[in-house]
């Protein structure tokens, strides 16, 4: 944790030195979201529009340094805890990302914001997939459902499941970059499909081990 802690800070002490450094030049608006069509539809006071990212990114972190002593399976959480502290940079690394697309945008750059962002999402899913195909059961992180938090077994065989279809799903979002008009269905279809699956299967699983054990 002590690496990790000091690789998200260096990353989170460099974008409030960004915000920083530019609050003088920056507009009092500032282009804050975006629409399917690349289009600026939300503005944010500059130093929301500064700051909120670096902000989140602190919650976020102690928030995640906060699970692993707080959750009633923790020592499960140890178990792929490696996985786990690198699921911390590589958030904390996207939300960097976003931040510096936003920076750029409104410093004069101007670009496809929807084709910047989809590879990043990509990016997160496989990741997500990584870290599925480890995840011991615990409360907080991974595909918590009442039938996978119930049952080992149930847990153990829909994360090894959840990490195919995440990984597929992060390649399906790399694929949409080719199919431009199509490119937010590529990256919502296979998640919100995968995510539904997954539900569903974990609750039919839990039935089949029930059974089993009659």
Do not use: C
């Amino acid at each position: 944790m002590k690496k990790t802690l000091a690789i998200i800070s260096i990353i989170i002490f460099i974008s409030f030195l960004i915000g920083l450094y530019l609050y003088p030049s920056m507009p009092d608006q500032m282009a804050s979201h975006w629409d399917i069509n690349g289009k600026v539809d939300n503005h944010l006071p500059k130093f929301w529009g500064l700051f909120l990212m670096p902000l989140v990114s602190v919650g976020m972190v102690l928030l995640f340094i906060l699970i692993p002593k707080i959750d009633p399976l923790k020592e499960n959480i140890e178990k792929f805890m490696k996985y786990y502290n690198r699921f911390i940079i590589v958030l904390i690394s996207y939300l960097f990302y976003i931040y510096s697309l936003t920076i750029l945008w409104n410093i004069g750059y101007e670009f496809s914001m929807k084709n910047m962002i989809i590879p990043a999402f990509g990016f997160f899913f496989l990741y997500i997939g990584v870290m599925l195909e480890n995840a011991k059961r615990n409360w907080f992180i991974g595909i918590r459902t009442p039938w996978t938090l119930s049952n080992e077994t149930v847990w153990n065989k829909t994360h090894k499941l959840g990490a195919k279809l995440f990984k597929i799903s992060g390649i399906i979002t790399f694929l949409g970059l080719l199919f431009n008009d199509l490119a937010l269905t590529f990256f919502l279809a296979p998640i919100t499909i995968s995510t539904a699956y997954l539900i569903v299967y974990s609750y039919f699983e839990y039935k089949k081990q029930t059974k089993k054990q009659l």
